[in-house]
């Protein structure tokens, strides 16, 4: 393959562009970033336009491809028909993983396609491999529609995917898991004991009562606290009064509520499912999955590999394991890269890590040695809780109590245990992501000192902050609300939450009767779980 010079795009969440857009490709179309990296690469002939829905022919396609690839010869492709003709989508696809050096030992990546055996037969290898490989995905209506002809933006999607897919999807997964790092390595102190149960709707004495953990003053943690809250690191630091030279963080202010979720609100610490997703929200990514029981393709999650997933047909994971056998799951686990995720999961509950290494091993014959390959994972878990993990650090000179934990375990042991291998659409498609873009229903104070407005944002949430200045624009009210699971699975956010009586979690005060008569400005800003603060409007109003 040439070398070619990329933009700086690997891991970005959007992009930006030097030179000016083709007249014809405004920033509204379906393919605009991916059409704009070939531009700025150089990949296509300068001109004013690009004609996105202009017919690829075989010849145009074929001296695309090979302009990338040395070793690239067509020759015989295009002598056997007519190389003006447009190119279909099953040939174009032939092309590039014969380019690519793709090597087809997929056994069912096709499968999820309903028009599957319209692929002619001397392309199918060479498409199957494709698929699995993500460098096409298919159409949404599980269609992949083989002697459809190829636009030129289809065919600058691909040329992207083909080029620089490889390079993003590391970047991005190295992103994940760097998240996933800060959530189960962070270390810290509490500045008093915390007793507290993930029980969500009970009363402080019913907590007291079923008390599930016990977090000290007098020692040092390793990970966020483990919470069915669901709350994104930033929220928890928010609790940080300082930072030791050990980089050890002070932590004021945690109380039972806001860990376990009294009456089913708290917003601090996370557990194995919001961590993962979490994680991969760093990317843009969204889920309408909220726990362990819903990580499946309905509602975000896809399958790692070809294995069959049938999600929908079980309950139990471990029927999918029992379904595909063994073999097949190995060769799954074998496939994963690391920023992945397993799941196991029976009536909609279950447990998930984050995959870091997979080490696979070989037997003679070719089959994989379920017992001797590996994989390492993160996690947040329950468990270290109850067994009081420990470990002595040199610089701390101290145990450290561990919240999230590294193991080693092996493919046989997974599969056994009914874990399966899953990921999510954002480190499989390197398609840029869209911009954070946060969309405000017009924030109003009524008379009766309500605050009305919903906040939605195409990006995971984190947090709510509303700031009032008086005239001279010194802050009056301030209060930060951490948007939780039951307001629509961290995208949405209803204003009134800020004044309601049973409220999400909210830090300091936004009370307008307090106020005298006057006029005064409001800021609102949100955070989103990756930090970034988006402002959303400023504006003045009189009480």
């Known amino acids: 393959m040439k070398k070619v010079i990329s933009l700086i795009l690997a891991g970005a969440m959007t992009l930006t562009f030097a030179s000016a857009a083709y007249s014809d490709v405004p920033e509204s179309h379906w393919a605009y970033g991916e059409i704009m990296v070939a531009k700025e690469n ?10 996105p829905d ?3 022919t075989k010849e145009d396609a074929a001296k695309a491809i090979s302009a990338q690839f040395e070793d690239a010869d067509f020759s015989a492709f295009l002598n056997s028909s007519d190389k003006t003709s447009a190119i279909t989508r099953e040939e174009v696809v032939y092309l590039f993983a014969k380019a690519k050096g793709y090597e087809d030992t997929y056994a069912y990546a096709l499968d999820k396609f309903s028009d599957k055996d319209e692929i002619s037969d001397e392309y199918i290898s060479e498409v199957r491999v494709s698929v699995a490989n993500g460098l096409i995905l298919g159409h949404s209506d599980d269609t992949f529609r083989p002697k459809s002809t190829l636009t030129k933006a289809e065919f600058a999607v691909l040329l992207y995917r083909t080029l620089y897919g490889e390079e993003i999807l ?7 898991i760097d998240y996933m790092t800060k959530q189960t390595t962070l270390l ?12 969500s709707n009970v009363t402080p004495e019913e907590a007291k009562e079923n008390v599930q953990f016990h977090l000290y003053k007098d020692r040092i943690y390793h990970g966020v606290p483990y919470s069915y809250a669901g709350g994104a690191s930033e929220a928890f630091l ?4 300082e930072q030791d030279e050990n980089g050890v963080y002070l932590i004021d202010g945690l109380t039972w509520e806001n860990i376990s979720g009294g009456s089913g609100i708290g917003r601090i610490g996370n557990d194995c499912s919001s961590a993962l997703l979490h994680s991969w929200g760093q990317l843009g990514e969204t889920f309408e999955a909220t726990t362990t029981g819903y990580l499946t393709e309905k509602y975000g999650c896809l399958p790692v590999d070809d294995y069959k997933s049938v999600f929908d047909k079980y309950e139990d994971t471990g029927e999918i394991v029992k379904e595909n056998g063994d073999q097949v799951i190995f060769r799954a686990f074998s496939r994963m890269k690391p920023g992945d995720g397993v799941v196991k999961r029976a009536n909609n509950s279950g447990h998930c890590r984050m995959i870091t290494e997979i080490n696979t091993v070989y037997l003679p014959d070719g089959t994989i040695d379920g017992e001797n390959s590996m994989m390492t994972m993160i996690e947040q878990t329950v468990g270290s809780f109850k067994k009081e993990q420990t470990y002595f650090d040199e610089n701390l000179g101290c145990d450290v109590y561990k919240v999230g934990i590294e193991q080693t375990f092996s493919f046989a042991a997974m599969a056994k245990a009914k ?12 398609a840029p992501i869209a911009k954070a873009v946060v969309i405000d229903s017009e924030t109003v104070f009524d008379k009766d000192t309500i605050l009305k407005g919903t906040l939605t944002c195409n990006w995971m949430m984190d947090s709510v902050t509303l700031t009032i200045t008086d005239k001279n624009g010194d802050q009056v009210q301030n209060a930060t609300a951490y948007v939780s699971r039951k307001t629509g699975q961290y995208m949405s956010f209803d204003l009134q939450e800020f004044v309601t009586v049973n409220p999400v979690l909210v830090r300091g005060e936004v009370d307008l009767s307090k106020l005298d008569s006057g006029s005064y400005g409001c800021s609102l800003s949100v955070r989103l779980i990756t930090g970034e603060v988006v402002t959303v409007r400023e504006f003045d109003f009189e009480i």
């Open 170 to 176: 590391k970047a991005r997964r190295q992103k994940a």
């Open 42 to 51: 150089g990949l296509f002939e300068d001109s004013a336009t690009f004609s």
């Open 419 to 430: 874990y399966i291998p899953i990921t999510c659409r954002a480190l499989l498609d390197p």
């Open 54 to 56: 202009s017919i690829m």
């Open 188 to 199: 810290w102190r509490p500045t008093e004991d915390i007793f507290y149960t993930t029980q």
């Open 238 to 241: 928010d609790y940080a009064i």
